[in-house]
């Protein structure tokens, strides 16, 4: 199975625990669990740190005494 195919088995399983008593589980179904859980760790633990950027008016840049410090390329 593929990631788009894993993805929609997923929806289609959850759509069943929603609207159904009893279900009978298949092989996709356990691939796919297995891949979203494998998956959910795997982005648990990296989680990256992103660089926060500040909002700088335009007309600022008129104001700055060193624009190469304030603008940097």
Do not use: H, W
């Amino acid at each position: 199975m593929n990631r788009k195919e894993i993805i929609g088995q997923l929806e289609d399983l959850l759509y069943n625990f929603k609207n159904f008593e009893s279900i009978e589980t298949t092989d996709d179904d356990v691939v796919s669990l297995e891949f979203a859980i494998n998956e959910l760790k795997g982005t648990a633990q990296e989680v990256p740190v992103q660089e926060q950027y500040k909002f700088i008016p335009e007309d600022s840049k008129d104001k700055c005494e060193n624009k190469e410090k304030c603008f940097p390329k």
